[in-house]
């Protein structure tokens, strides 16, 4: 699993006995502008006003280190994102937040505009809804005419390949997901109501199959037209990021 101290040794650097964010671009680039500095100090002393009152109180006893723009996955590209590096007085037990722009939902043409003011607050919100145990410290804010939700940069989070399992720990592993993604949805809804709508026939089940199925190839002709492309120069890369 990945945890903060990973992420200590993998970003950052002592520099004049002062811990620092080490630029690595086009990853990661040091926040050096004071101005903007100042912004993120501002913006954590109100996100910590969203958090449970024992988390607000846990914050309290850190500090602002550094701060840094941080490169996110292809599912947020074209937002911002920012990675801030907290510690106690003392120097010591290195808190890492991860502060991402929250845009509009997609949805929000079809089913109306959100009842949150801030999309950073819709994210959160949502994720206390569906997730069995969400972040401690999840929150939100806005800074610059955006909004932003916050959460730690390396959580314990773990994951499974299931290319190295056998058939019997991949269906194994297949009905933990599944399950998973049933209590999300019980969570956010009546649960009889998705019951009706499922119905006991296998219509859902194989409709979610065939739309997975043709998913997956649909991502694996996305990425070779993206090879492709850049094999014959019309799109510029870095490999190995």
């Known amino acids: 699993s ?3 101290f990973q992420a200590l040794d993998r970003y950052t650097a002592l520099e004049d006995g002062r811990r620092v964010i080490v ?8 926040l ?12 954590f002393d ?16 850190y500090r602002f280190v550094d701060v840094a723009l941080k490169v996110v996955g292809v599912g947020s590209v074209g937002t911002r994102a920012f990675m801030v590096l907290l510690a106690n007085e003392a120097g010591e037990d290195p808190l890492f ?3 991402k722009e929250a845009q509009p939902s997609v949805l929000s043409p079809h089913v109306g505009a959100s009842r949150y003011d801030n999309d950073g ?14 972040d401690l410290f999840l929150g939100w804010g806005s800074a610059g005419g955006r909004d932003y939700y916050v959460r730690q940069l390396r959580d ?3 994951g499974a390949d299931p290319s190295t ?4 720990g991949y269906i194994a592993y297949a009905a933990l997901c599944g399950t998973t993604v049933a209590h999300a949805h019980a969570r956010s809804i009546e649960p009889d109501i998705l019951v009706g709508y499922l119905g006991t026939g296998a219509n859902a089940d194989d409709a979610l199959t065939t739309f997975a199925a043709a998913y997956a190839d649909q991502t694996e002709r996305d990425h070779e037209a993206l090879v492709a492309a850049v094999r014959a120069g019309r799109i510029d890369a870095i490999e190995g990021v």
């Open 2 to 4: 990945k945890t903060r």
């Open 23 to 30: 630029p690595d671009p086009p990853l990661v680039q040091r």
């Open 97 to 99: 937040l991860q502060i």
């Open 156 to 158: 314990m989070k773990g």
């Open 165 to 168: 399992m056998l058939r019997g």
């Open 32 to 43: 050096e502008d004071e101005k903007q500095r100042k912004t993120v100090r501002k913006f």
């Open 46 to 61: 109100h996100y910590k006003t969203t958090v449970p009152d024992h988390v607000h109180r846990l914050l309290d006893d």
């Open 121 to 134: 607050r819709r994210v959160v919100e949502g994720q206390r809804l569906l997730q069995a145990a969400s």
